[in-house]
């Protein structure tokens, strides 16, 4: 028995069916360093974003990829922002450390 089988027979079968992980293809990161099927799944199926994200999608006419994206928008124009005013801050203490 060689790692593979081993890995196919009985590891990868345990953490899904008995530990309810999902078995999911390599990932690919976008521009915006985010995992957009991650983030779909977290919106749509966690218990806290299910309502919330039913009632956006009916906003968006049911269309789940511009949804998807303005929420990226927003979260990107979020990350800006902090760093913006990060580097403001550290300025500041530069300017005032001389």
């Known amino acids: 028995m060689n790692e593979l089988h081993l ?6 079968p345990f953490f899904r069916d008995d530990l309810g992980y999902k078995e999911v293809k390599a990932n690919t990161v976008t521009q915006s360093l985010i995992i957009e099927e991650d983030l779909q799944e977290f919106i749509s199926n966690t218990e806290l974003n299910k309502k919330p994200y039913e ?3 009916k906003k968006y006419s049911g269309n789940k990829q511009k ?3 303005d929420l990226i928008g927003v979260r990107s124009n979020d990350s800006k922002r902090w760093a913006n005013m990060f580097a403001c801050d550290l300025q500041k203490l ?4 001389r």
Do not use: G, P, T
């Open 94 to 97: 530069v300017w005032e450390a």
């Open 67 to 69: 949804l998807l994206a």
């Open 55 to 57: 009632q956006l999608l």
């Open 7 to 12: 890995q196919d027979k009985f590891i990868i």
